[in-house]
């Protein structure tokens, strides 16, 4: 858990430190920084998405992981979730509190740093990835939260829940996870982002609900082993 809450003061620091100095950026040069981070997530999920080893596992595990985000509404709950807590500690940022506390949500829990740096802390007490992340993560914090404003400093509380409890489950499930599904997680995580990174250009009519997809990055535990019985079968 020790790495979950480095990341974790990470974020807040960095977000802090970018919301008490965005008014010394103008808006233009926030903008510029804004689509900056945008091209680094499409770097970052690309270099993850292209490992994949099975591009069908991908293309079936997004697929079904939408609908099944679709019909739990995940996106809708976080954004309700951002809404009540810019209602209940009566804080500002306009419109762009929920955007920023979705966006840094997703952008600093979803990828294969995460993921790997999760299982490496949960399975072999290695925390090393995960402290690379959190160097990664205080610049990024500070430029969304100069961009985005107070959301995103609340997003380090979902860091905190969200890697703490993949480490505890990676002790759990570790013995299931062969590193092909670890792969093919990060490469389902790498689509993801590369739909964040579209989202942070403000390229399309309306934004992609990269949040509904986030079921998907766990559907190869499931579909790999099946996929190798029917192979075996047929």
């Known amino acids: ?30 903008d510029a920084v804004m689509k900056a ?16 080893e099975d591009t069908l596992c991908v293309i079936l595990c997004m697929a079904l992981g939408t609908i ?31 955007e920023g ?9 979803i990828g294969s740093m995460t993921i790997i740096g999760c299982l490496e802390a949960g399975l072999q007490g290695d925390y090393s ?5 959190s160097t990664l993560d205080l610049f990024s914090s500070f430029a969304l939260a100069s961009a985005m404003g107070v959301g995103v ?9 969200f890697q703490g409890g993949l480490i505890l489950l990676a002790g759990w499930i570790g013995p299931v996870l062969s590193a092909v599904v670890v792969t093919e ?7 993801i982002l590369l739909g964040l990174g579209v989202n942070l250009m ?17 559907l190869p535990v499931a579909y790999l082993p099946l996929a190798e019985l029917l192979t075996k079968l047929f």
């Open 68 to 98: 099944l985000g679709e019909a739990i509404r995940i996106e809708d709950g976080i954004n309700s979730l951002g809404d009540r807590l810019k209602r209940r500690f009566a804080v500002g940022g306009g419109d762009r509190f929920t």
């Open 153 to 161: 400093v609340f997003s380090a509380a979902f860091v905190l829940v």
């Open 202 to 218: 403000g390229l399309g009519a309306k934004p992609i609900r990269v949040a509904n997809m986030l079921p998907a990055i766990f």
């Open 37 to 52: 981070l945008a091209l680094c997530t499409v770097l970052i999920g690309m270099s993850s998405a292209l490992k994949t």
């Open 101 to 109: 506390f979705v966006t840094a949500c997703i952008l600093f829990c």
């Open 129 to 133: 990835t995960l402290f690379a992340k």
């Open 1 to 30: 858990m020790i790495a979950a809450i480095v990341n974790t003061i990470t974020v807040l620091i960095g977000s802090s430190l970018g919301l008490l100095l965005r008014s010394r950026f103008r808006e233009s040069l926030q």
């Open 185 to 191: 997680m990060s490469a389902v995580g790498g689509v």
